[in-house]
């Protein structure tokens, strides 16, 4: 089982920066793909990033590409959003998800493990 901690969340003006951290317990973090999804207020959760186990494979959301980055850090048992150029829409509660399968269709049911969020807010 994976415990997940999301942290670095604030509020921001609009082009400013962000770095979300998502520490996770256990010894078989390396296994797992890691994502962030994002839900703003009276929508549903949707995905953002995804990085895979070792870190050779990433996917975005188009509408982050180029201002966003996932990374991860297995020895330390964690994994980074890097929020760049930050819009009053990219504004939302921020999870980090574990997955033990290779996710194909970035879906939160792809998603075995979920943190609590981290809230980001961007003003405009």
């Known amino acids: 089982q994976v415990q997940l901690v999301e942290s670095g969340g604030g509020l921001v003006q609009t082009g400013g920066s962000l770095r979300l951290s998502c520490a996770a317990s256990?010894?078989?973090?390396?296994?797992?793909?890691m994502g962030w999804f994002r839900q703003a207020p009276g929508k549903e959760r949707q995905f953002v990033a995804w990085i895979s186990s070792i870190g050779g494979s990433t996917v975005y959301t188009n509408s982050v590409k180029g201002r966003f980055t996932i990374s991860r850090d297995n020895a330390k048992n964690t994994i980074y959003l890097q929020m760049n150029s930050l819009k009053p829409e990219d504004t939302a509660v921020y999870y980090c998800?574990?997955?033990?399968?290779?996710?194909?269709?970035?879906?939160?049911?792809?998603?075995?493990?979920w943190g609590p969020g981290t809230q980001v807010t961007v003003s405009s």
């Open positions: 256990g010894r078989t973090f390396s296994t797992y793909f």
């Open positions: 998800a574990a997955a033990r399968r290779r996710p194909v269709h970035s879906t939160t049911t792809e998603y075995d493990y």
